[in-house]
């Protein structure tokens, strides 16, 4: 028998013909995974269920990491409390608590559960392929105008992983709800998140051609108080967000215009410039489709701001899930072979049109 854990966490594994992998408790072997046992795979939820209440003290905490209704965690903890034939948990209406039990016990397998989760995560493969649930989140526009487009071809290269892409404009916890990867910016870095660069973040002013053409257009930044400014309100910092822009010699200029409207989405800036409201500072990634498509176009194209970076988020793992290093990898190579970041680079851009 091979120990995969430390000495205190008296947790141990056995491989047999038949594939069997146990934990060692209080002089009891408890079955995890099984050939074809269903009664130990939930074993293994059970103990998952069981290690994020006590982490969290709340079932319904629990319940948000793992995707459960907290009646469901609680039934999990129930059983495993019925196969140790010990209480892990003092219960109460306003209270969750371990017992000296439950202390013991949440030492012993809290370290090794994650190590556990991805190694099943690596053997679980239907024909050889990564197998499994993928969680991502990603913003709304952002991930259906540039992810979305990548799903078929992912799919078909993996047809064993189930996608489950979440579409929503917040700064997700990683870690804390349970996805395997987050795309996007000015995330959070916590510890244990690993960060892949995928872009530069280039903020842009555009507006409409009607709306250039009835305003006419500003030459310099200093021409634009005298135009409609659609801003930007940052649910990050809880702020309508200032113009700040910077040359592409090296000038930089801030500007605090007064608001003709403030939105909360890019996206939505995007369409109210396109309807003749004004002027909006935009991410290039939303606005590309719209420059291509001559629906919106560059105001004072020489000067524009940096923003951060478009990245790829997910929990660093000694062993990391098969379904995650191949998306990983799969994005990292779409985003190099489509050229992506080129695309939504302004200094670029700018050499394109000229």
């Known amino acids: 028998m091979k120990s995969l854990f430390s000495p205190k966490a008296r947790m141990q594994y056995a491989t047999f013909i038949t594939f069997k992998l146990v934990v060692y408790f209080d002089n009891?072997?408890?079955?995890?995974?099984?050939?074809?046992?269903?009664?130990?795979?939930?074993?293994?939820?059970?103990?998952?269920?069981?290690?994020?209440?006590?982490?969290?003290?709340?079932?319904?905490?629990?319940?948000?990491?793992?995707?459960?209704?907290p009646g469901g965690v609680s039934k999990n903890v129930a059983k495993l409390e019925?196969?140790?034939?010990?209480?892990?948990?003092?219960?109460?209406?306003?209270?969750?608590?371990?017992?000296?039990?439950?202390?013991?016990?949440?030492?012993q397998v809290s370290g090794g559960l994650d190590s556990i989760q991805s190694a099943l995560a690596n053997i679980s493969t239907n024909a050889g392929q990564p197998a499994g649930t993928l969680k991502v989140g990603m913003g709304m526009a952002f991930g259906r105008d540039h992810i979305?487009?990548?799903?078929?071809?992912?799919?078909?290269?993996?047809?064993?992983?189930?996608?489950d892409w979440r579409f929503d404009n917040r700064q997700v916890d990683l870690i804390g709800e349970g996805f395997d990867v987050a795309i996007g910016g000015g995330i959070d870095i916590a510890s244990g998140v690993i960060v892949r660069e995928l872009a530069k973040v280039h903020l842009i002013l555009v507006a409409s051609h009607a709306y250039l053409a009835n305003k006419g257009e500003p030459k310099t930044p200093d021409d634009l108080p005298?135009?409609?400014?659609?801003?930007?309100?940052?649910?990050?910092?809880?702020?309508?967000?200032?113009?700040?822009?910077?040359?592409?010699?090296?000038?930089?200029?801030?500007?605090?215009?007064?608001?003709?409207?403030?939105?909360?989405d890019p996206d939505t800036l995007c369409h109210a410039a396109m309807a003749g409201l004004g002027i909006a500072q935009v991410p290039l990634t939303h606005a590309y489709s719209y420059l291509q498509k001559g629906e919106l176009v560059r105001v004072l194209p020489e000067w524009y701001a940096e923003r951060g970076v478009i990245s790829l988020y997910f929990a660093a793992k000694k062993l990391l899930p098969a379904k995650t290093r191949v998306f990983v990898d799969f994005i990292v190579d779409k985003f190099r072979t489509e050229q992506l970041s080129d695309k939504w680079n302004v200094s670029k851009l700018v050499k394109k049109s000229n």
Request: hydrophobic content about 40%; aromatic content about 8%; overall charge neutral.
């Open 82 to 107: 019925a196969n140790l034939g010990v209480r892990l948990f003092h219960r109460s209406t306003r209270s969750l608590t371990l017992t000296e039990a439950g202390e013991q016990f949440l030492v």
């Open 226 to 264: 005298k135009f409609d400014a659609l801003k930007r309100y940052s649910q990050t910092t809880n702020h309508v967000m200032s113009w700040q822009l910077k040359s592409l010699t090296g000038e930089q200029v801030t500007l605090d215009l007064p608001a003709r409207a403030i939105l909360n």
């Open 28 to 69: 009891h072997f408890i079955p995890i995974v099984e050939n074809n046992s269903e009664v130990s795979l939930e074993t293994l939820s059970s103990i998952e269920s069981f290690v994020r209440s006590a982490e969290s003290g709340s079932f319904s905490a629990a319940a948000r990491k793992l995707n459960l209704t």
């Open 148 to 163: 979305l487009p990548m799903l078929g071809d992912f799919i078909a290269k993996y047809p064993a992983i189930t996608p």
